[in-house]
């Protein structure tokens, strides 16, 4: 289902950021996974199960990569500066 996160991941999402190449967010990473215009979705490790659900449906669905990080969401929201929590990342095509 999905991969451990290594610090390699928290890297890559640091540079995402810097690029602007990376949206926050369980309801637009669904509609983009929907859409099929998602490559990879980062999400917290107490994400919840329902959205967790959603998620690996649609994303078997697009043919994108889960990735479950060891962070929980308010860590997530914090590494992403951001005064919030984030359960949900994802990557656009």
Do not use: H, R, W
Not at 79 to 91: A, D, E, G, T, Y
């Amino acid at each position: 289902m999905a991969e451990k996160a290594t610090d390699k991941n928290i890297v890559e999402i640091k540079k995402l950021l810097k690029a602007k190449g990376i949206t926050i967010g369980t309801e637009k990473a669904l509609k983009g996974l929907k859409l099929g215009k998602i490559s990879k979705i980062y999400l917290s490790s107490n994400c919840s199960d329902k959205t967790l659900e959603s998620i690996d449906q649609y994303a078997k669905l697009s043919k994108a990569e889960i990735v479950k990080l060891d962070y929980p969401n308010d860590e997530l929201g914090l590494l992403c500066k951001k005064p919030f929590s984030i359960s949900v990342l994802s990557v656009p095509k």
